[in-house]
């Protein structure tokens, strides 16, 4: 695993008794929490929540969603004038992805990246695993706009 977001492939077996999912390359030895996050409505919008020290994994478990991961940077400005550090989105393209249940792949979200979703259909959800424990997240917490790359970003593409 790089310092870059990276899709690592699972897959699906299936036999007259039904199908079983997979991830067998799930290197998940740093994680110490999970959490899994519902909407209410595919109409809502989690997004963008950034760590430097986390690094986080996705999987969906049910559903499917599209997930943005954008790289965050120190505010270039005011880390020249001295000012405490704040962090910013970076302005380059972020990653999207839209994942599966039907098709399992974990999602690796590195540090220093801030993540956010949108379900596609109802009854989606999004299994986390974090490196850091609750208590480390919340000294380790950036929250950003939504719309930061516009809300063409968060819907279905026609084709």
């Known amino acids: 695993m790089g310092d870059l977001p990276e899709i690592l492939k699972g ?6 008794r039904g199908p079983l999912s997979y991830l067998n390359t799930a290197p998940l030895g740093n994680v110490v929490r999970m959490y ?5 409505s595919t109409d809502t919008v989690r997004a963008f929540h ?6 986080k ?3 969906v478990v049910s559903g499917s ?8 940077e120190l505010e270039p400005l005011l880390e ?23 098709n399992p792949q974990l999602l690796h979200i590195p540090a220093g990246y801030a993540n956010g979703f ?3 259909e109802p009854g989606t959800k999004l299994l986390f695993f974090s490196t850091t424990t609750i208590e480390q997240a ?14 063409e970003i968060w819907k279905a593409e026609d084709r």
């Open 65 to 72: 969603a599209i997930v943005v991961v954008a790289e965050m």
């Open 118 to 120: 949108r379900a596609l």
């Open 80 to 102: 020249a004038i001295g000012h405490p550090q704040k962090y910013v989105l970076a302005k380059v393209e972020p990653w999207r992805y839209v994942l599966s249940a039907r």
């Open 50 to 55: 950034g760590h430097r020290i986390e690094e």
């Open 11 to 16: 897959g699906i077996a299936v036999d007259d």
């Open 36 to 40: 899994m996050v519902e909407n209410f």
């Open 57 to 59: 994994f996705l999987l």
């Open 138 to 151: 919340k000294t380790d917490d950036y929250r950003f706009q939504l719309n930061y790359f516009g809300d």
